[in-house]
């Protein structure tokens, strides 16, 4: 720039609840969780296994279907499944109740993608604050829900991969789950061979349900800084709390990598991603960048753990870089001298 600008900043700071870094989740806040899973012919065995696991936490799962006796997918022996309550059945005011709706991946997908029952159900049960989840070809349906996926991060699974893209969506590899925006999403399905429900992510995939139902997160805190006067540049600092043994049987894992992104308002193509380091092991992580424009920059960080659970918060912090009044000296001399120099062209012609 041809005149350095004196960038001024504000430090901020954002904290987030830390209950469950040093007791864990109560059994009482799980038995609280109530959440709907929506099946019809071909569900897959994720289906169990979800249904299975969560039960044993103390979670209450209600299976709700388009019929209310439906068969499991047919790459294994079919088993019946008998629903608690139609889909259709299932109001607003009943729906607002819940705390997550869940689709199973399975054969059931072309059924669940096109029915206008279920696409009104997860709509309705995101407009109403509900955590949406699914795995695998389940992920298909929700990339058919109108605007949902809509820049939100998902698990890439390449037969999902391209109607999450059409959805607006961003598939991401070399992770197992992933919660974004109140969006839960697992991969590593197994295929009409069969094996689907043991390659997926099923303890991953409702542990990460549990937490973001409850608003848990590895973030504790992020503060952000300018690192010297007369200076574009900027640190950040990320604390993460790690989850050690939620409750019996909900385990967490270690925080593995963080990173952050900045990005400008309105500004599509001003954005910077920036790696953070624990360098003394504690949890802390940190990192710089250089930003030398002006306006309004939101922060967003990514958190990854052992299991590759892929957390991401939106805005975690955002930071306002504008020019201080001492800078304006230049330009009031040069709009003075301007403005003199108009008077005299003025008074001139009168004359």
Request: contains cysteine; negative net charge; hydrophobic residues 40%.
């Amino acid at each position: 720039m041809k005149f350095k600008l004196l960038i001024l900043f504000a430090l901020l700071l954002f904290t987030v609840p830390q209950n469950c870094q040093a007791q864990g989740i109560a059994n009482a806040q799980l038995e609280d969780i109530s959440v709907i899973v929506i099946v019809t012919d071909g569900v897959g065995y994720s289906y169990f296994e979800i249904k299975e696991l969560m039960e044993s936490w103390g979670c209450n799962v209600t299976t709700a279907g388009l019929e209310m006796e439906v068969t499991a997918c047919p790459n294994r022996d079919p088993i019946p499944v008998s629903a608690d309550i139609l889909v259709e059945n299932m109001s607003r005011e009943m729906i607002s109740e819940y705390d997550c709706v869940i689709i199973p991946s399975g054969g059931n997908w072309p059924i669940l993608s096109t029915h206008p029952h279920v696409n009104e159900l997860v709509s309705t049960a995101y407009e109403e604050g509900l955590v949406v989840g699914s795995l695998c070809i389940g992920l298909v349906p929700l990339a058919r829900m109108d605007n949902l996926l809509n820049g939100t991060k998902v698990v890439s699974f390449v037969m999902s991969n391209s109607y999450v893209r059409n959805a607006g969506g961003i598939p991401v590899s070399g992770v197992r789950v992933i919660s974004d925006k109140r969006v839960v999403s697992g991969g590593a399905g197994g295929g009409l061979q069969g094996g689907g429900y043991t390659a997926a992510p099923i303890r991953e995939f409702c542990t990460t349900i549990v937490k973001e139902v409850l608003e848990y997160s590895h973030l504790a805190e992020i503060t952000v800084e300018q690192l010297a006067d007369q200076s574009g540049e900027y640190s950040i600092r990320v604390g993460t709390a790690d989850f050690i043994e939620m409750c019996p049987g909900v385990n967490c894992s270690d925080v593995s990598e963080v990173t952050a992104f900045v990005h400008q308002r309105g500004n599509a193509t001003n954005n910077q991603t920036v790696e953070l380091f624990d360098e003394f092991g504690n949890g802390t992580y940190t990192g710089t960048f250089t930003q030398e424009g002006l306006g309004t920059f939101d922060v967003d960080v990514e958190i990854e753990d052992e299991d590759r659970i892929l957390e991401v918060i939106r805005n975690a912090t955002s930071l306002n870089i504008e020019m201080p009044p001492g800078d304006y000296t230049f330009y009031l001399v040069i709009g003075g001298i301007g403005l003199a120099a108009l008077v005299v062209v003025f008074l001139a012609r009168r004359r």
